[in-house]
């Protein structure tokens, strides 16, 4: 099974800034997939990450609120822009092949 | 528009005690997933149901898939403290591959 790491795995941001969230896969993988996790929710997809094209968002997330970059077929970055408190939640990696397998997730809190 | 149901929400049972969560999705996967989260964790791997009448089996759990009914089960059996969490379960949403659609999640907990 693929090993997914995140980075950071938690911070604080005060609104009006940006961070960026750090995912690598100990293997090479053709998709991977950005998902947010709002505080006593399930998974919501943001977006799939294929390497060499645009990234594929979902119906409410737009390129401009949550760049993505999927330089190479083990990393991926995603962009939380602008940020207010409603971008307050956890946000999960993840690579599909065979089955599908989760980073430990960025726990962001927006102040 | 793609839909997974799970049922029910929240659980609170007695330890050696069993019971089943359901659940029921909308699109035509072949491929169901379930998935445990910790508070504060993020999601382990449970079980992957790739066919119909697919059953698989991991201590106290089992889980079994019927894509006709486009239904899956989780079966508890003799709950136990270790067991509480929340289950997901999770389709693709376009095929073998693609990104999963998740169902609302079941919180249980269990109690002596």
């Known amino acids: 099974s693929a090993v997914i790491s995140q980075k950071p795995s938690r911070d604080i941001c005060q609104r009006g800034t940006s961070l960026t969230i750090q995912c690598q896969v100990d293997s090479q993988v053709t998709m991977m997939f950005w998902y947010r996790q709002q505080p006593g929710q399930s998974l919501t997809l943001i977006a799939t990450a294929n390497q060499g094209s645009e990234a594929t968002y979902e119906s409410g997330f737009v390129i401009d609120k949550f760049p993505i970059s999927r330089p190479n077929l083990t990393f991926s970055t995603l962009t939380v822009s602008n940020m207010s408190p409603e971008d307050s939640s956890i946000y999960l990696c993840?690579?599909?092949?065979?089955?599908?397998?989760f980073g430990p997730g960025t726990r962001l809190t927006v102040l | 528009e793609l839909k997974v149901e799970q049922n029910p929400l929240f659980l609170s049972m007695q330890e050696g005690k069993n019971y089943t969560i359901y659940c029921n999705y909308s699109?035509?996967?072949?491929?169901l997933y379930w998935y445990r989260q910790d508070p504060g964790k993020s999601l382990e791997s449970l079980f992957v149901?790739?066919?119909?009448?697919a059953v698989k089996q991991e201590g106290r759990l089992m889980a079994s898939l019927d894509t006709k009914a486009r239904l899956s089960t989780l079966h508890i059996t003799a709950a136990v403290h270790d067991l509480s969490a929340t289950y997901f379960c999770a389709v693709d949403t376009h095929g073998a591959g693609t990104a999963l659609i998740f169902g609302k999640g079941t919180t249980l907990s269990v109690s002596s």
């Open positions: 699109t035509t996967s072949d491929r």
């Open positions: 149901l790739l066919s119909n009448g």
């Open positions: 993840s690579s599909q092949e065979g089955e599908q397998f």
